[in-house]
């Protein structure tokens, strides 16, 4: 009896983790003509560059910190709107 509860007890935890997961793609949706009154943007990606810093103080004269290299922002992503139609 004890064997059988055992068991049924693994199996209810195996088949709850072997289940398949489903993974929702978003729609998406093309049409010819958009509804009026609405404005049609593009997300314009912002601008980065990767430059190396030299060791040496902070700007302030705190602390020193190693050579290492940091991520600017050249210009900040927008939304842009579609002038092609």
Request: charged residues 20%; negative net charge.
């Amino acid at each position: 009896m004890i064997k059988r509860i055992v068991l049924l007890a693994v199996a209810f935890t195996v088949s709850g983790c072997s289940q398949p997961t489903i993974e929702i793609e978003p729609a998406i949706v093309i049409s010819g003509e958009s509804a009026p009154g609405t404005v049609e943007t593009i997300w314009e990606e912002p601008m980065v560059d990767v430059i190396e810093v030299p060791p040496g103080l902070d700007p302030e004269g705190m602390y020193y910190r190693p050579s290492h290299q940091a991520v600017v922002e050249i210009r900040q992503g927008r939304w842009r709107y579609d002038q092609g139609k």
